[in-house]
């Protein structure tokens, strides 16, 4: 019956094509939020391209946590920056470490209160809350009042914009993922990076991995032969971490 419906359709003219719209716009909407380079909805820093030096942002989503400590002192032996994109109940936890991290000469963003996975499905107003939630943890701890942004999954649609509208943040995402949170082959995911970096990249990391710490040590010493720098991505993008 519906068959029959779907072809002979209303006046004559067939559904079909409307049934198949209705089937790819979701699967459209989905993919232009969640591909954070594209910069449908939002124009965001993911790379600096073609950029004249050698040098690239490690940025490290998801901490602090107990794995932080080891990535700061890899950070310092090998006398890298980066920025730590901070989940606000995490800082709670480890405010020591929060401090540690500005200490050392790293900038941390916001990467919101809860991290929730209904990031997608929440409302502007809740998403602004959870902003500005974390940047509260944030200035309690350190004093600083964060402007950089990661969204959680990477997740950018008309919602995240209008809340991202209303807090005044930059959107920091990146350009070259080391699915570090995904896969468990520490080789496989140093030699990817290897063979794709570029100078400008934005690379991420997760700091709440121990994985991630012999994958960075392995990244550090590549830059170090290969004369690459990490800098902060308020460096590489001159442009201000705090207001
Ligand atoms: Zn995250």
Request: glycine residues 6%; proline residues 5%; contains cysteine.
């Amino acid at each position: 019956m519906i068959a029959v419906a779907m072809y002979t359709g209303i006046n004559g003219l067939p559904l079909w094509p409307i049934a198949i719209l209705a089937i790819l716009y979701p699967v459209f909407l989905i993919t232009i939020s969640t591909n954070i380079r594209w910069n449908v909805f939002v124009k965001g820093y993911h790379h600096q391209k073609k950029h004249p030096k050698k040098e690239v942002c490690l940025t490290f989503d998801d901490g602090p946590t107990q794995v932080t400590p080891h990535i700061l002192e890899l950070l310092d032996k090998y006398d890298a920056k980066a920025c730590f994109f901070c989940i606000g109940k995490q800082m709670e936890k480890h405010p020591e470490i929060v401090q540690e991290i500005i200490k050392r000469g790293h900038t941390i963003g916001n990467h919101t209160y809860s991290h929730t996975r209904k990031m997608g499905f929440l409302s502007s107003k809740s998403i602004a809350r959870e902003i500005d939630a974390c940047n509260i943890v944030a200035n309690n701890i350190t004093g600083l009042n964060l402007q950089f942004f990661r969204p959680p999954f990477g997740i950018i649609n008309p919602k995240t914009k209008r809340a991202i509208q209303k807090t005044g943040h930059r959107v920091i995402g990146w350009n070259l993922r080391t699915y570090d949170a995904i896969l468990n082959n520490e080789t496989k995911i140093v030699d990817r990076v290897k063979r794709k970096l570029q100078p400008g990249d934005v690379i991420l990391l997760h700091d709440n991995k121990e994985q991630t710490v012999t994958i960075l040590e392995q990244l550090l010493i590549h830059f170090e032969s290969n004369e690459y720098q990490a800098i902060r991505p308020d460096q590489l993008f001159k442009i201000h971490a705090y207001i």
